[in-house]
């Protein structure tokens, strides 16, 4: 990842962290806690990527894993958010961005259902039952309600903020290519109208030598 993605990514992770386990958590809402670390995620993920959106995932939620009152294994919720951050990273167009709000739409949708499958799976296999004493399915209807009404607000601008901060042409992408090379107007400037400029300039640097001469040669003739 790029130095401006991590340091936009960094404080991102930690203020959804901090308003999730100071603010959302305490609200007593039924069913699951809205997942605001989620949608910060995904929404770098939208943007940077496939391996951005998996190294922010991973990073955002070994983060969770550490701060306090985390009650699970460390390591968990990191490879929860890993996985969902790539998934989701695989829907960024090729032109790096969205035409509608429907993709992302379905992702926070298939995000907040995997997430809260694959976080109750991974419990289970380490001897963590507590999904099964507050019930899957409410679990994943609330989870997905919640993160549902929470994505109009946090998504975009997210992505708004990322897309500001990601618009170098010449530096590398997530996937070991350049942005440039990728971006049909960049490949377009530096491939076919730089010969078709280099021609023009030839032509009009052409023109005012031939005129000269001509100017020259009316002279001696006079």
Do not use: E
């Not at 960049?186 to 023109?207: A, E, V």
């Amino acid at each position: 990842m790029r130095i401006n993605r991590i340091l936009l990514a960094a404080p991102l992770v930690v203020v959804a962290l901090v308003i999730q386990v100071s603010v959302l958590a305490r609200l007593q809402l039924p069913g699951a806690v809205p997942d605001l670390l989620l949608l910060v995620v995904l929404a770098l993920a939208l943007v940077y990527g496939h391996v951005g959106g998996c190294l922010v995932g991973f990073g955002a939620g070994l983060l969770a894993d550490l701060a306090p009152p985390s009650d699970h294994a460390i390591g968990r919720y990191a490879l929860v958010l890993c996985v969902i951050g790539y998934v989701a990273g695989l829907t960024k167009p090729d032109s790096g961005q969205h035409r509608s709000a429907t993709v992302p739409l379905i992702v926070v949708i298939g995000a907040a259902i995997g997430s809260t499958l694959m976080y109750a799976g991974v419990g289970a296999l380490v001897g963590d039952t507590a999904a099964r004493h507050v019930g899957l399915v409410g679990l994943l209807l609330s989870a997905t309600l919640y993160d549902l009404l929470l994505a109009p607000f946090i998504v975009p601008l997210v992505m708004a903020v990322a897309r500001r901060t990601d618009n170098d042409p010449l530096a590398a992408d997530g996937s070991g290519q350049g942005s440039a090379g990728r971006d049909p107007a960049y490949g377009w400037l530096s491939s076919g109208s730089g010969l078709k400029i280099g021609g023009q300039r030839g032509g009009l640097l052409g023109k005012p030598s031939r005129n000269k001469g001509d100017r020259l040669k009316g002279v001696k003739r006079l």
